[in-house]
């Protein structure tokens, strides 16, 4: 089976307990197979924009992208950044994940083009629910562009 | 001008000194200007004075010299007589006469010379009448020459010539020698006035001298002052500075340790949460994964490692919130505690643990308050929903009653419920942080909203009082202190 099919959620994330609780979450909607996992932001770009070890995807953009916000050598915003930028990968939807509530992570993420901002509960039903929530909504409900 | 500011900061709560050290330099001007004018004034009239009795002198050596003359044409008169009647020729009467005349307006003038010494007038009487008499006699002399011949006149004249010459020349010398020791007396008088003068005309210089040095003086004195109140005002500004660069210092240093906290919470916000995230997360994927191998203690054991877990998040959450108050901007502005608690009433009420409580609520009439809108908002939203979590027990029968008043310099308000109260004796723990009075079974909570309500109260400069009973009750009321409003 071609390792890219059906990729509908690209999960950008260093953690792999929190990949793994994210991952636990979207199961319950059957979206798991649906997930790349990658683990900081220069795989991330790598994936989306074709290059480097992924030089050879060819299934095409996913249907919602779920940003961690720390992550080594490259951050969140910065990867946000790079996406927004870019007229390939523009339209895709970005969703920040992150511990943080900071004012300042807010204020910049949407300033660089976030299409929304979730706040990860500690409560693990919360959490759960939440990530069903974003997922059904970006990948069901939202109409994109083909 | 220096010294008005000079004697302000001399003798500062003195206006009248400040008046006359502005005044002084005029006032010391003028008594100068007096001074000198009045020394001139004296120098001058001396001298008048002086002058004075120079021309008395000259005065007096005149009337000597009138005297002199008239002495000698009495005794030319005398000789011309003398000779007419040597020698009968009339050529002598001539001269006599005219002599005599000359004598005569000497005379005259002697008078008008000495009008003012009545010892000399009663001396010229004197000569007039003798020379008077002497001329009559001189006269009849000439009448019996021409009458009776030369030898009956010389005849006449002989026995009488030497008594009556006499004493006119006698009387004539006298007024001479009067006059010589009145210019005795008046050239005394003359020097001691032009020694006087002298005096007076060194009396100005000196003065002004003396002024001068005294004007020198004071100068010093105030070139002095000068310096001082330089220096004075020198230390006062670096003074200033140093203070200025001590509190500039506080400030870095309030600065870099509000950044390090800003820092800190971030940190705990972020890097403690994904921790507990993955602890209930991974317990709970535990319980559903071995539901059905799992007995009911193990079951136990991850349902309190979920609930400490979760706990933990709620009290990193309440308190980065009370770190965060501290640190705020209060923005201050008019609000109307009225809709404020009625708003925050309502949010409560709904939110009271995801079901609607069924407290009645009744808010009375409040006044308005400057402070914070949204830190005060939370201030009422705390002490409400303490109010209707402590007051759950009585269900429907819970009462909270909100009413504030001014009294005073302050705004009182107050949030009375019928709940379970507290006991008093350990009410200062009330507001302490995580510090609670019910134990965590009963009623949940972190215990940091009443430290963060008298945390926001005390930022807006007031205080908080709570009062209860156990079972019957609790009110809780805070203070704000009533400020001008500002526009």
Redesign the interface.
Known sequence: MNKYQHVQILLVED?A??A??TQ?ALKRRGLVNDIAWVKDGVEALDYLFCQGAYADRDNGPPKLVLLD??MPRMDGLQVLERLKNSEATRQIPVVMM?????EGDLVSSYSLGVNSYIV??????K?ADIVDQVGMYWVVANQAPT | MVLPELAQRLYPNDPSAVWLVRAQPVLVFCLALALLLAAAFLAYRQSLREAQARQLVTHTLLVQQGAVELAADLLQMEAEHRAFLIRGEPAFLAARDSYRATALRSMQQLRALTRDNTEQQARLDQIAELEHARNTRMRETTRLAQSEGIEAARANFAPVAAGSMRPLRDAVFALAQAESRLLESRSLDAAAQSAQTRWMVLLGPALGIALLGVGFYALLHQLRNSERLGEQLKRDIDARKQAEAERDERQAALEAANKDLEAFSYSISHDLRAPLRHIDGFARMLIEDCSDSLAAEPKRYLDTIIASARRMGLLIDDLLAFSRLGRQPLNRQWVNMQDLVQSAAGEVKANNGGRNSAAQIEVGELPPAEGDLSLLRQVWTNLLSNAIKYSEPRGSLARIVISGQRKGDGLHYSVHDNGVGFDMRYADKLFGVFQRLHPQDQFEGTGVGLAIVQRIVSRHGGKVTATAEVDQGACFSFELPISEPTA
């Open positions: 953690s307990h929190d793994e609780l636990r916000l720390k992150t511990s943080s509530r900071e990860k509960p500690v409560d693990f039903e959490f």
